[in-house]
């Protein structure tokens, strides 16, 4: 997911279960983490 998000200028929610094939809540969860993580790195 973070490669995928790092070519990306926006990810949903719909692109973040794709990718991971996670339900909802657990692709939630991955993309609060990449978003403290982007937020940290700016």
């Known amino acids: 997911m973070f490669a995928y998000a790092c070519r ?5 929610l719909v692109d ?8 909802g809540v657990q692709a939630t969860a991955i993309l609060e983490a990449l978003h403290v993580q982007r937020v940290f790195l700016d």
Do not use: N, Q
């Open 8 to 12: 990306k200028e926006r990810v949903t």
């Open 16 to 23: 973040a279960k794709a990718v991971t094939g996670l339900m």
